[in-house]
Structure formats: C-alpha cells, structure tokens
C-alpha cells in the first residue's frame, strides 16, 4: 500500500445483469493492490450479507408470528420463497456503505457531467427527445454549427489563398 497526500486513486465497483450494469467510482488517499482492494470489497459482502440476512429473519419472523397470533394458516412453501436468498444487487447498496464507512472511501465530487441519453439516429430531429438538453446540444453541433463551420473555413481559405 502506497500513501500520497496529495494524490487520489479511483477504484471502480459495480456488477452487471442483462438488463443493467451499475458501478460507482471510489475514491481513496491510499493507492491499494488489486488483491487488496478485492479482499476489502469481499469482506463488505459478508458484512452486507450479514446485515441484510439479519434483517430478513427479523421481518420472516415478525410476519409468523402475525399470521399466527391472527390464526392464519401458514403456507411453509410461501415461507420457504421468503426466505433469505442473496443476490449481488441485493448487497451492492451495503457494500458500498461499508466501503465508504469501514475504509475510508469516499465518493468523488462531480463538477459537471454530460450524459445524453441514447437515440436511434443524432441526425434526425424527429427521432430525439426534445426534453434532453444535452442531447439536442449534440444535434445542433452537428447538424447546423459543424457545417457552418466547414462552410467558413472553405470561404476563408480561398480568401487567404488568393
């Protein structure tokens, strides 16, 4: 482990399904191998899995204990689909708490961000959401002050030429 006062490391973590990918970037004063970094992202999981699991036969436990004080008669099968099974998207959000609070990581200031959403086609202004700022910025640099600027440019340089 490196320790520099005046610089930062950035450390990426996230997971990713079919329909999603989230990641966050990680902040730290100390730069860590990625063996390092790996063991503290695996002992969150447990942590979080710890918590979460806790949590769950708490509320399992508290919805019994309902449905027989009320004298309902209790499915073991549905009991058995409540039960605590973990998933990566389950722990992620603890994970990072754990992160942030057990080893100091932090979250980097964002200054600014451009982030458009996607479209079929940048060129053709009925396929765009007028609403997306950045978006409508991407398509007007295209279309109109990319072109003018290459029609300018051609003027100003037969001028200069001549």
């Not at 399992?60 to 449905?67: H, K």
Request: hydrophobic content about 35%; aromatic content about 12%.
């Amino acid at each position: 482990m490196i320790y520099n006062a005046y610089m930062v490391y950035y450390y990426k973590l996230g997971y990713h399904d079919w329909e999603e990918s989230p990641h966050i970037t990680l902040v730290h004063n100390k730069q860590f191998t990625k063996s390092e970094f790996d063991e503290m992202v695996l002992q969150s999981y447990v942590v979080a899995d710890e918590k979460l699991k806790l949590a769950n036969k708490t509320w399992l436990d508290e919805w019994i204990d309902e449905r027989v004080s009320n004298g309902d008669k209790l499915d073991e099968d549905y009991i058995d689909e409540m039960k605590y099974r973990p998933s990566v998207g389950d722990l992620y959000q603890e994970v990072i708490n754990h992160m942030i609070s057990e080893y100091n990581f932090f979250e980097p200031k964002i200054e600014q961000s451009f982030i458009p959403s996607d479209c079929y086609d940048l060129l053709n202004p009925e396929k765009l959401d007028k609403n997306d700022e950045e978006l409508m910025a991407i398509h007007h640099r295209l279309k109109v002050v990319e072109s003018r600027d290459r029609k300018l440019n051609k003027v100003l340089n037969k001028k200069t030429q001549s």
